[in-house]
């Protein structure tokens, strides 16, 4: 069974950290790119951050650029999500998605993705 699971979501202070996870079961990453996106109460999906399959391009949404790196390790089949200097409006439910394809690009568009897990918290309030 194809599963993709998230975790690390918490409640957090603004400034700080949170290190998100996108672990995968039932397929191998190796051959996915994997995006990761947000959604806060009463907004739409937004794309966050993608990694394209080899690991050696990403892309970031210029609301995060500078405060989160993705990176993968495919040793563990797992992507992370970094998150740094944490703002209240980073606040919402987070996902990550996988696209079978090899190339040296990825997407922040959710629909071009497969698969998806059921989303962690994140809640950026003091």
């Known amino acids: 069974q194809v599963q993709l699971v998230e975790s690390g979501g918490d409640l957090v202070q603004p400034g700080g950290s949170l290190r998100l996870s996108c672990a995968a079961s039932?397929?191998?990453?190796?051959?996915?790119?994997i995006g990761w996106f947000r959604q806060a109460p009463g907004a739409e999906r937004e794309g966050v951050s993608c990694i394209n399959s080899r690991g050696d391009n990403t892309a970031y949404a210029d609301a995060v650029k500078g405060r989160f790196t993705i990176s993968r390790d495919n040793a563990k089949n797992t992507v992370y999500l970094q998150m740094n200097n944490l703002k209240p409006e980073d606040t919402g439910v987070y996902y990550c998605?996988?696209?079978?394809?090899?190339?040296?690009?990825?997407?922040?568009?959710?629909?071009?993705?497969?698969?998806w897990g059921q989303g962690t918290q994140v809640t950026v309030s003091s």
């Open positions: 998605a996988a696209k079978g394809i090899r190339g040296s690009g990825c997407s922040m568009t959710s629909t071009v993705y497969d698969y």
């Open positions: 039932g397929f191998t990453l190796d051959y996915y790119m």
